[in-house]
């Protein structure tokens, strides 16, 4: 990485999604547990937010816990789930003071009734917030939230009969979780795992993907600052050629 660079303040992305991978295999690394590795890894995500803050993205979606983690042994899983809440419950007060608000995506059916409850919470103090929004994506699956979204369609198509030719990318959107969050402009993995991992599968068709080797522990505020630095060197085309592109210019 340079250490030398400017960031285009004109030019950050709105919202930026991270999967934030590694933690285990820090761990590993250092000779202590996974769950040591996660907390680490909770430690890293609040910078990630502070850092987010400060640079005015307005959405930042955080890969917490997919539905797949559930097959994780139990005895991790539940350190995962009491690392959320907990995390969660600490932050609340600098959330609400710094005008963030909070948010879940995934399939809350799956989540233990304190863990909902505790979340609820906070998505609930801090509805009105107007600065950052913090997405946590917790037993989500992107599948599963596409074909949820076709059964909210299908239903309401039983209650309306609506004309299906009329139907658009953008009322399909509305049925996902993330209705009426834009699409993030910038995909973060670390770890150097280059999947997508049944992450925002509709959300992310035009993203700008950034891979890191470092595990997430590791990612620093310099290391999200380059890869929105990354981004900012990146010519987003959208099927178009470069020529149409610099035309506009
Ligand atoms: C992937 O590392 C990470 C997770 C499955 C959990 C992410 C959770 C946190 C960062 C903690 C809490 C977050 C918030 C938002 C408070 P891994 O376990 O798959 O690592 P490995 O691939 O090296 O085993």
């Known amino acids: 990485m340079t250490n030398n660079f400017q960031l285009d303040l004109n030019n950050i992305p709105k919202h930026v999604a991270v999967i934030m991978d590694g933690n285990g295999r820090w761990a590993e690394k250092h ?103 913090v997405i946590i994506a917790l037993s989500y699956s992107g599948r599963h939230e596409i074909l949820s979204g076709v059964k909210k369609l299908l239903t309401k198509f039983q209650d309306q009969k609506f004309d299906i030719n009329s139907l658009s990318e953008e009322d399909f959107s509305n049925c996902l979780y993330t209705a009426g969050i834009p699409d993030p402009e910038l995909l973060i993995r670390t770890s150097g795992e280059y999947r997508i991992s049944n992450f925002l599968l509709w959300q992310i068709s035009y993203s700008e993907l950034y891979f890191t080797n470092k595990f997430w522990p590791d990612f620093s505020e310099e290391d999200f600052r380059y890869a929105i630095y990354d981004y900012q060197h990146r010519q987003r085309r959208f099927g178009k050629t470069s020529n149409q592109i610099d035309e506009c210019k």
């Open 31 to 133: 000779g202590k547990n996974r769950l040591e590795g996660h907390a680490q890894g909770a430690k890293a995500a609040r910078l990630a937010v502070e850092t987010a803050h400060k640079l005015g993205i307005k959405y930042i979606t955080l890969y917490a816990f997919s539905m797949e983690n559930w097959q994780r042994p139990e005895s991790e899983v539940n350190g995962l789930m009491s690392l959320l809440t907990s995390s969660i419950a600490h932050q609340f007060k600098d959330l609400i003071e710094n005008n963030v608000r909070l948010l879940t995506i995934g399939d809350n059916s799956y989540l233990p009734e304190n863990v909902r409850k505790e979340i609820s919470n906070v998505v609930n103090a801090s509805s009105s917030n107007t600065g950052l929004t």
